[in-house]
């Protein structure tokens, strides 16, 4: 089968959570393609080594702060001329049963993963409205479908992000902008860190039979945001080894 390239020269992206797994290999794969390609994370240290080591411009923010993001899009703005394509993948994970989870770690959980989506969208919107065009790709996931003991926090704000995802897709169509979502399965330092009999006990689960590389959900999203994905929106696209079937 042939190898597929997309060629994104002259595009302005903006990858959050982009320091590391799947947020690095979704900036490496639109730098990789020309694309003028700014990095956002909370962690400063790992953001400015993961970006020099790709191309990218390291910008250092948190997701959950309203100025902090408004500052990231005029920043991008204003050194690039326009954003094209806006990657949502910030997270974080506070994990615990619902009835010793303290406000705090459901409060964070959300305003990262959804809270994130919503504020560096309405950040976008307006020059996506100017410019007629736009794409935007948010990062799911599986537990935000069926849930997941201890992550009430987590799979809360997931299953927001779909909704988010599907509202947000009919809000913009008339602008030219699509929105969609993935849903990954991929190997992260999370995964990493599950003892061997619990990993085998989960790849089990999956048809395919293993986690993905974080590489193949920068691919689906490559897609997303290519010309030829331009009458998809709304759109919710599992990457997960056939787990969600």
Do not use: C
């Not at 009835?99 to 309405?122: I, N, S, Y």
């Not at 399965?185 to 999370?190: D, F, G, K, L, Q």
């Amino acid at each position: 089968m042939p190898n597929v390239s997309y060629d994104f020269a002259g595009l302005t992206v903006i990858v959050t959570g982009a320091a590391r797994g799947v947020g690095l290999a979704i900036s490496e794969r639109f730098a990789r393609a020309g694309a003028q390609t700014f990095m956002v994370d909370f962690d400063a240290e790992a953001l400015d080594a993961a970006a020099a080591a790709i191309g990218a411009i390291p910008v250092q923010a948190d997701v959950s702060s309203t100025d902090d993001v408004e500052r990231v899009v005029s920043d991008a703005v204003d050194l690039a001329g326009r954003i094209d394509v806006l990657v949502n993948n910030a997270g974080i994970l506070r994990d615990n049963t619902v009835w010793k989870m303290p406000d705090d770690d459901w409060e964070a959980v959300l305003a990262v993963h959804l809270g994130g989506t919503f504020r560096f969208t309405r950040a976008v919107v307006p020059h996506y409205r100017q410019q007629r065009s736009g794409r935007i790709i948010n990062v799911t996931s599986y537990t935000g479908l069926r849930g997941n003991v201890g992550q009430s926090n987590y799979s809360a704000a997931k299953a927001g992000i779909i909704g988010f995802t599907k509202t947000t897709a009919k809000e913009l169509a008339r602008f030219g902008v699509t929105v969609n979502a993935i849903s990954p399965n991929a190997e992260t330092r999370m995964i990493a860190s599950i003892p061997p009999a619990r990993r085998a006990e989960l790849e089990s689960a999956i048809p395919m039979g293993r986690f993905a590389d974080p590489s193949e959900m920068a691919d689906a999203v490559a897609f997303l945001a290519s010309d030829e994905a331009a009458y998809i929106t709304g759109v919710v696209l599992p990457v997960d080894g056939g787990l969600s079937i």
